[in-house]
Nanobody, 122 residues
């Protein structure tokens, strides 16, 4: 079994930055795709960004492209989400997801973290 643990959420003013981390532990970890999703109150979970575990490919939702950057450290089994120029509409619980087969479909991921709250004040 694989466990994913997110950290780095918090309260930030609009225009500020946060970096989320997701550490994977458990059995040998070699996922196909790692992703970040978010869910705001009263809304469905939505895709934010994803990265292939090998190779350079990254994917972003249109709403965060140019502001957020996903990266990974394979040696540390860690995925990061650098969030810049944050907006009030970025407020949500952010979830790390592991071993996705299609980067933007939440149901295609096998593992999920518990989530970390990001609140952006305007």
């Amino acid at each position: 079994q694989v466990q994913l643990v997110e950290s780095g959420g918090g309260l930030v003013q609009a225009g500020g930055s946060l970096r989320l981390s997701c550490v994977a532990s458990g059995r040998t970890f070699s996922p196909y795709i790692m992703g970040w999703f978010r869910q705001a109150p009263g809304k469905e979970r939505e895709f934010v960004a994803a990265i292939r575990w090998s190779g350079p490919s990254t994917y972003y939702a249109g709403s965060v492209k140019g502001r957020f950057t996903i990266s990974r450290d394979n040696a540390k089994n860690t995925v990061y989400l650098q969030m810049n120029s944050l907006k009030a509409e970025d407020t949500a619980v952010y979830y790390c997801a592991g071993n996705g087969r299609t980067y933007y479909r939440a149901q295609e991921y096998d593992y999920w973290g518990q989530g970390t709250q990001v609140t952006v004040s305007s």
